[in-house]
């Protein structure tokens, strides 16, 4: 081993390929649910399909720097596209599979992508769609055949063919490919991977080889991760997260990705794989919590009165018997009936009883959320990262894990706070540059290599943690001064089940207003145990008990927050709840599910209007995007209501 | 850019061909007491289509679909199946020849789980005894495994894995229905017979129905004869349609040409009285 070289001398993912195929040929590499069962692939297997990929897409025509889309669910067989476009040369850009034409579009003609990989007929269909707009887009591979069979099959091939001209050519082309593989240095651009930005058109941000590789082996030695971990990849592939987890880091260490049947099934999966290092954004462990506190809605006095007892047990004692308190023993004794009882039966129907490390990111995920599932003793972290970072910027280091701030810096990344309040941070693995954008470069990302977050936010002194405020250009002043930070209040309404999205209005205004969207879930259950009947999500949204409900669950945020000295004034005085729900297919979100404020404040500005009028009710028409791209209109006549807030004056005698 | 295409077909939208008749029914009549259900009725089936029988309420479509079964036995005509003229049968040794359906009101095993219920299609493929299959030795197991995997392949096919485990009972109708198809899938037929697919069935449901019976029919090579009371949709997916009425035959055409035969309009539309 030459180990002068950067990374031991595996400074590339297919150096890692070889190596793990050498040093761990039969560990579990990939394993998918098909038919009912786990098929699992070691390293070594893994290698030879991966080859015979590559060697496909070589006398398929594929040079070196060509761009490969890869667009489609989670699935083994496309997380070794990305692994045989880089040994052939080319650069993987995956894209959301859930997008909708324009999208893909937008970035497939933006990269100049020559080849698609994707997963199926729906796929295939949106590229059929778009390809006058995409002169560059030569040859199109599927993984599923279903459907595609009367297609034109003069630019759209099978995966398996692929394959399979790749293991005849395999002897008479393994010069041109070992040419290929010599020519790649750490400085070789790994991935490009288009950011949803909460404003504007994505940028592709361009990571090489030494950004993933660092991130990923910072992080990996962070948490001492083994390669017997296993992880549930079920993110969008095309998220900088699941491309650093399921790529680089299962590369890096030699760790199993699994991959579920269907996303519907991932529930299920996740229990079956009880993954050691699991990962996902707030909104599933709010989905889960969502779940589990309707159905104990559902159960006997008994069961119920047992739950609720434990549960406080643990919100008492459970935190400090994870981080090694000091616990009095009579309390130790209880928190173990209740792990054999309740806990560990819930941990495991969830799917989370062997989880070693846990982290949630994308979004602040609300205090009350992240300290129930410490309080069952899953070791749940913050870890706060963004895509130009090739993910981590900060994590929570075993011990100090806390809900308000987000870690300490990770290995090798530099932490400083502009004068302005923005985080700035500088690493081996920030970004390289925005594709065909060096402008936008120059404006994130300095000379000196220090990158802006965007984020507002501060070190604690004592702890050496950052604390994440908002992002720095939602941080506003109210008409009186004081500060206004919506995701703090969103986030606080966030954690009642009922409510599924909330976006606060009041920058440079008197005071606050909330838009609200309930979830469909909890609301619908609530309706049905209590004979309410519904016929849409419009009308059950608009239903005056709902209101009611969603009332008092903002008078209740409104007393927490005027006992908060810095955001007393961010009090909610009216509010309305939507009559759709936010979504990414109309732009209203990104497609990791965060609400693009600025597109919700344009498109429903009649509403906002409303709010800050005397009007108690409205009419609106909006229009609504369908899956398949079809646009339609929903017209509603929504309630709006005023709520009390509290007097922080009155409240303080 | 080489040999990548030699397996597979270069194709757009083409005519559709099929072979020779898998099944023909030469002058059917069906009697139920005095009520004739069928009326001396010829037509026949060609290998690799879709065919549909259609007609107003009580025309005799089911009765049909009965006979094709062998649920029926009819008293005068021929059934002609894969070339050899139809004896007596039960429905169990009919499925045996490779026919398998579906019914109006669903017919599933309520209490059983999805998995279960489409195994139960896979009856006529089992060959080994009650005694080796209840102490699951041998044979048995390695049978069981085939199935299973042919199982799996259909609910992977009809995308639900989801109720994989679930009890028929609890599902709602249209997946009741989507899992009624996958058993009689399961058996693997050479003609698959749909009563009303569509019945009860919202546009959405509807969709995805017809898109199922195509892909059936498109990926597995699989003969269809379905029922259906949903002209939008016979004329959709239907490459050939008998028309019922009053249990005589009075059309038998292409969709195009049913939706200009005068008599269908009449059947449909009622003609005035002078």
Redesign the interface.
């Given at each position: 081993m030459k180990t002068s070289e950067p990374f031991d001398g595996y400074f590339t993912v297919p150096k890692l390929l070889e190596r793990n195929a050498r040093e761990f040929s039969n560990s579990p590499a990939y394993r998918e649910k098909?038919?009912?069962?786990w098929q699992t692939w070691n390293w070594k297997q893994s290698e030879e399909e991966i080859t015979a990929l590559a060697n496909?897409l070589i006398?398929?025509?594929l040079e070196v720097g060509d761009k490969v889309a890869i667009i489609g669910r989670n699935r083994p067989a496309l997380y070794w596209s990305f692994i045989a476009a880089q040994m052939v040369g080319a650069i993987p850009v995956p894209i959301y599979n859930d997008a909708v034409g324009d999208e893909i579009a937008y970035v497939l003609e933006h990269c100049g992508a020559n080849f698609a990989i994707v997963g199926d007929q729906e796929q295939c269909d949106k590229l059929h769609d778009i390809k006058e707009k995409l002169p560059e887009l030569t040859e199109v591979i599927y993984l599923d055949p279903?459907?595609l069979?009367?297609?034109?099959?003069?630019h759209l091939?099978?995966y398996k063919?692929?394959q399979n001209?790749g293991r005849e050519v395999a002897n008479s082309q393994s010069a041109v490919l070992q040419k290929r593989l010599a020519t790649q240095n750490q400085d070789t651009i790994c991935v490009m991977l288009y950011t949803s930005g909460t404003t504007g058109k994505p940028k592709g941000v361009v990571l090489t080889y030494k950004n993933v590789l660092s991130a990923s082996r910072a992080a990996s030695s962070f948490d001492n991760l083994k390669v017997t971990d296993e992880i549930l990849a079920y993110l969008p592939m095309a998220w900088v997260g699941d491309f650093i987890f399921a790529n680089g880091q299962a590369l890096w260490v030699g760790f199993c990705v699994n991959c579920p049947?269907?996303p519907?099934?991932m529930q299920?999966d996740l229990k079956e794989i009880g993954p050691t290092y699991f990962f996902s954004p707030p909104r599933i462990f709010e989905e889960m919590l969502t779940t589990i506190t309707i159905r104990m809605e559902d159960v006997g006095r008994l069961k119920k009165s047992t739950f609720d007892y434990f549960m406080r047990h643990a919100k008492k004692v459970g935190n400090d018997i994870l981080d090694g308190k000091n616990v009095q023993l009579w309390d130790r004794i209880k928190y173990s009936v209740g792990e054999f009882i309740i806990y560990k039966p819930l941990k495991n129907s969830l799917g989370l009883s062997r989880v070693r490390i846990g982290y949630t990111a994308g979004e602040a995920i609300g205090p009350e959320i992240f300290d129930f599932y410490r309080s069952l003793g899953i070791n749940l972290k913050q870890l706060y990262g963004q895509t130009e970072a090739g993910v981590f910027v900060t994590l929570q280091p075993d011990g100090e894990v806390r809900a308000d701030t987000v870690g300490i810096p990770c290995p090798g990344v530099e932490l400083k706070i502009g004068e302005s309040g923005e985080v700035f941070y500088r690493s081996d693995s920030s970004f390289h540059s925005y594709y065909k954008n060096p402008e936008g470069t120059a404006e994130t990302k300095d000379k000196d290599g220090w990158v802006a977050t965007g984020d507002a936010g501060f070190i604690e002194e004592d702890s050496g943690h950052l604390r994440i405020i908002d992002r720095a250009k939602d941080v506003g002043k109210m008409a009186d001064g004081s500060l206004f930070a919506p995701k703090f209040v969103e986030n606080k309404l966030k954690f009642y089940p009922n409510i599924l999205e909330a976006v606060l209005f009041g920058n440079g205004r008197d005071n606050c207003c909330a838009f609200i969207n309930i979830d469909l879930n909890a609301v619908g259950n609530w309706a049905e145990r209590n004979n309410i009947s519904y016929s849409s999500y419009q009308e059950l949204s608009g239903h005056p008990d709902v209101v009611k409900q969603i009332q008092e669950h903002i008078e209740e945020v409104n007393i927490s927050l005027a006992s908060d000295e810095m955001l007393s004034g961010c009090q909610i005085h009216r509010f309305l709840i939507l009559h759709k729900e936010l979504d990414a297919d109309d732009g209203e979100m990104t497609r990791t599910r965060k609400v693009r404020r600025r597109i919700v404040e344009d498109k429903y500005s009649d509403l906002i209007q409303g709010l800050y009028s005397d009007k108690t009710q409205i009419s609106t028409n909006t229009e609504v995007t369908y899956e398949d791209g079809r646009k339609g209109s929903i017209s509603a006549d929504i309630e709006l209501r005023n709520v009390t807030t509290v007097n922080e004056k009155v409240d303080a005698a | 850019?080489?040999?990548?295409?030699q397996?597979?077909?270069?194709?757009?939208?083409?005519e559709r061909t099929f072979g020779a008749p898998i099944m023909e029914m030469k002058n059917i009549t069906m009697r139920f007491g005095g009520v004739v259900a069928i009326q001396d009725i010829s037509f026949d089936i060609l290998k690799g289509e879709v065919r549909a029988i259609i007609g107003p309420n009580g025309a005799g479509k089911s009765s049909m679909l009965n006979v094709i079964n062998g649920f029926y036995h009819p008293q005068e005509g021929e059934i002609w199946f894969g070339g050899e003229k139809r004896a007596r049968m039960k429905p169990y040794q009919i499925a045996y020849q490779g026919i398998a359906r579906t019914f109006q009101n669903i017919a599933l095993f309520k209490g059983m789980s999805t998995?279960d219920n489409i195994m139960t299609g896979r009856f006529t493929h089992m060959k080994t005894g009650i005694l080796s299959q209840a102490l699951w030795k041998g044979p048995a197991e390695k049978e069981e495994y085939e199935n299973?995997?042919i199982v799996?392949?259909v609910?992977?096919?009809l995308?639900i894995?989801?109720i994989?485990k679930t009890e028929v009972g609890k599902l709602p109708y249209g997946l009741q229905k989507r899992v009624e198809l996958g058993r009689a899938l399961a058996a693997e037929p050479k003609l698959l017979l749909l009563d009303e697919p569509m019945a009860g069935m919202n546009v959405e449901e509807k969709e995805d129905m017809s898109?199922f019976i195509l892909?059936v029919n498109?990926?597995f090579g699989t003969t269809v004869a379905l029922i259906e009371h949903d002209m939008g949709v016979v004329m959709d997916i239907a490459d050939r349609v008998v028309v019922m009425d009053y249990g005589k035959k009075i059309g038998d055409d292409t969709p195009e040409g049913i939706l200009n035969n005068q008599d269908v309009i009449d059947a449909y539309l009622g003609v005035a009285h002078d």
């Open positions: 098909e038919y009912g069962i496909g006398s398929m025509g279903r459907g069979r009367k297609y034109d099959h003069s091939h099978s063919n692929v001209v049947e269907s519907e099934t299920g | 850019m080489n040999n990548i295409n397996n597979e077909p270069v194709m757009g939208e083409q998995l299973r995997e799996e392949k609910i992977d096919f995308e894995q989801t994989r898109r892909d498109d990926e």
